[in-house]
């Protein structure tokens, strides 16, 4: 039997594939599993404010990791997991990095797929930023200076928060642009993209009118088609007029490079603080 091209000369398996972080990387489940062990370490500490909450339903929840700073920066975090599965604590680890280099860290949950259409997580993660800057001054942050970042799913979530009239940045870690491969995979099955959603919600699709910076960071030992997303996405920005740079460490994969935001010496801590201190 014939098996059917069902996007850019892939079959359905290849396709499937092509999107499955996990299996490219044997050994991201230990990954994880280290990623919690210090986020509890993180969370534990005096300048931990968690759980703060920003909707309804159980996952409307912030955790915040202050710096010493006041009136410092603000980064926001957004975590990926294809919109279906992990949850804020697994990433407080990230905040170590920001936090170091002087910019408070938000890193925000969401309802996960089929609990909630990627319209809806759209729509929290917005009114997740909305509560942040109303609150910047209980949370001794710049609200002017609100940044936001994600990593997967997450760094398309950030891209979608490009629209939201209180964000100054966008960092997105292998991000996803383009949702139309997405809605022919395994992970529409939770998902169930609309063909709207596909339209409107696809940030290569849907550029942000805010002439806002982006960085865009994909491990070069990532899937081919992840890499593919940020170049194409990459060219779509510059040819708006808007201001991106795109950086593709050769010797980094899907999971190893959130350590380059977790580190205080890491190339995305770095960048991330250049970033905030251009929009001042």
Do not use: C
């Not at 892939?10 to 990623?35: C, F, G, P, R």
Request: net charge negative.
């Amino acid at each position: 039997m014939v098996s059917l091209e069902v996007y850019r000369g892939m079959n359905k398996a290849t396709l499937d594939a092509a999107y499955n972080n996990s299996a490219a990387v044997t050994e991201s489940a230990s990954m994880i599993a280290d990623w919690e062990r210090r986020g509890k370490i993180v969370r534990s500490q005096p300048n931990a404010r968690l759980d703060i909450e920003y909707g309804p339903r159980p996952r409307n929840r912030i955790d915040y990791f202050a710096t010493q700073r006041k009136h410092s920066p603000l980064f926001v975090f957004i975590h990926g997991g294809y919109w279906q599965r992990n949850s804020k604590e697994t990433f407080s680890f990230i905040s170590e990095g920001p936090v170091a280099h002087g910019m408070n860290v938000a890193v925000i949950g969401y309802t996960l797929a089929p609990d909630a259409s990627l319209t809806e997580i759209v729509a929290e993660t917005h009114a997740a930023l909305d509560l942040l800057y109303a609150r910047a001054t209980e949370l001794e942050f710049d609200p002017t200076s609100i940044h936001v970042g994600g990593w997967s799913a997450g760094g398309h979530l950030a891209a979608i928060a490009a629209h939201h009239p209180h964000v100054k940045g966008v960092l997105s870690i292998s991000g996803i642009f383009d949702l139309e491969p997405i809605e022919k995979t395994y992970i529409n099955e939770k998902v169930q993209l609309s063909q709207n959603e596909i339209k409107t919600l696809s940030p290569i699709k849907n550029i942000s009118p805010n002439e806002i910076p982006y960085l865009l960071f994909v491990g070069g030992s990532e899937l081919s088609e992840l890499r593919r997303q940020s170049e194409i996405f990459s060219s779509a920005l510059k040819q708006a007029g808007i201001r991106a740079s795109l950086i593709i460490p050769d010797d980094l994969n899907h999971f190893t490079i959130l350590e380059e935001i977790a580190r205080p010496n890491g190339t995305l801590s770095v960048e991330l603080e250049r970033m905030a201190l251009s929009q001042k």
